[in-house]
């Protein structure tokens, strides 16, 4: 049967080409495109504050399937009904797939890096050669006089909130990181702390020669065991556990940090690595619960709130009916103590890996406009120093 290219839909299809003549995020993000019927975009709401919400592994999959879980629907979890949403690109400068490091320092200073490379240039070779620090969000909220803040559910040393406040070619020296804490290239370092790794952390300072309470002593700074030994009237808190309650932290950090006259930068990561399905998936649900009741207790018209994460894994629903239990098979599966390699429950599949497909970024708030369209993760960076309407040291551009 032969076909006819009708004239008017060539035309009509020629004038669509326009539109998709380049990604949305190659667009200038300081300035949205306007609504249509709006002459002009209005100015782009500027952010006080900013919270960064970082699920370890939570690629759109986990997601998918911490909704499924605990509501038995899709798209019931919180920040799945935030307004502005992308797609962000993790990869490190030399293979497609990144671990926490790299993703989140490509995060954290807008330049992507190596594997296992805490906030330094791509030259770093891990463990050998040392790359240029990249400046991190917090220095530059440090910089300029705000109040910081990192909460981690993991080690407060390891790779997503180390890059944050340290540089370091190698993510697995954790005792030299932790040590950066107290020695900060701008202003007075981080303002609360508050994570596990204290027995990993300990062990190596020790190593070094030195310990949390030589380096709490050397620079009046107290490294606390639990959240709950933290004196009232400590602004300032580092805590150091061997686990930690990330909901009691985060609300402790937010109720500190709130005080500021100046405005504030948080950042809260929650493991979400599936490799035990029934832990990742509760672990996301819980921590949207949180982003819940954080958004409920900050003013969006001056606070941008930003949930990513630093890179994907190989977890996947495909099967499954309303009503039925999501993970069946999971209570023999843990039985069988087979906990090594991928997963076969009856409606989930988990290769046990970190994988190389896109994150969800969404916003809500100040500047939660510019979070659109597929991107590289260095531009998460873009969007929230946009949000303060701060520039970019030339060192990092």
Do not use: C
Request: proline letters at 6%; glycine letters at 10%.
């Amino acid at each position: 049967m032969t076909r006819t290219f009708r004239p008017a839909l060539a035309l009509a299809l020629a004038a669509s080409l326009p539109l998709f003549a380049a990604p949305l995020h190659a667009q200038d993000m300081a300035a949205p495109a306007a609504p249509v019927g709006q002459a002009e975009a209005e100015p782009a709401a500027q952010a006080r504050n900013i919270i960064l919400f970082v699920a370890d592994a939570a690629g759109v999959s986990v997601l998918n399937g911490a909704s499924l879980l605990e509501y038995g629907e899709p798209l019931k979890l919180r920040i799945q009904q935030w307004p502005h949403l992308g797609l962000s690109e993790t990869s490190p400068v030399d293979s497609f797939v990144s671990d926490s490091a790299n993703g989140m320092s490509a995060i954290m200073t807008g330049v992507k890096t190596r594997n296992g490379v805490i906030s330094q240039s791509s030259d770093a070779i891990r463990g050998e050669r040392d790359g240029a620090p990249t400046k991190t969000l917090l220095e530059y909220a440090e910089e300029r006089g705000l109040l910081t803040g990192v909460v981690s559910s993991q080690s407060i040393a390891d790779a997503t909130p180390a890059a944050t406040y340290a540089h370091a070619n190698d993510r697995g020296k954790q005792g030299e990181i932790f040590a950066q804490a107290f020695a900060p290239r701008f202003g007075d370092g981080v303002d609360v702390m508050i994570g596990a790794g204290r027995k990993r952390i300990g062990d190596q300072l020790g190593a070094l020669g030195t310990g949390f309470a030589p380096l709490a002593q050397q620079h009046g700074r107290p490294v606390y065991e639990t959240i709950e030994a933290v004196p009232g009237g400590n602004e300032r808190p580092i805590v150091v556990a061997d686990a930690i309650d990330v909901r009691a932290a985060t609300l402790r950090a937010l109720e500190l940090l709130q005080r500021s006259p100046t405005g504030y930068f948080l950042v809260v990561e929650w493991d979400a690595h599936t490799d035990d399905p029934r832990e990742g998936l509760q672990n996301m649900a819980d921590f949207d619960k949180l982003i819940a009741e954080v958004e409920s207790r900050v003013d969006l018209d001056d606070t941008l709130l930003l949930f990513t994460a630093d890179h994907s894994f190989g977890l996947q629903v495909d099967g499954g009916k309303r009503g039925a239990d999501l993970l069946a098979g999971y209570d023999a599966w843990k039985a069988s103590g087979s906990e090594e390699g991928p997963v076969r429950l009856d409606n989930v599949m988990v290769n046990d890996s970190h994988t190389a497909e896109e994150v969800p970024a969404l916003a809500i708030g100040a500047g939660a406009d510019r979070v659109r369209g597929y991107f590289p993760n260095t531009h998460l960076f873009e969007v929230m120093l946009n949000a303060w309407n701060w520039s970019p040291d030339a060192a990092n551009d």
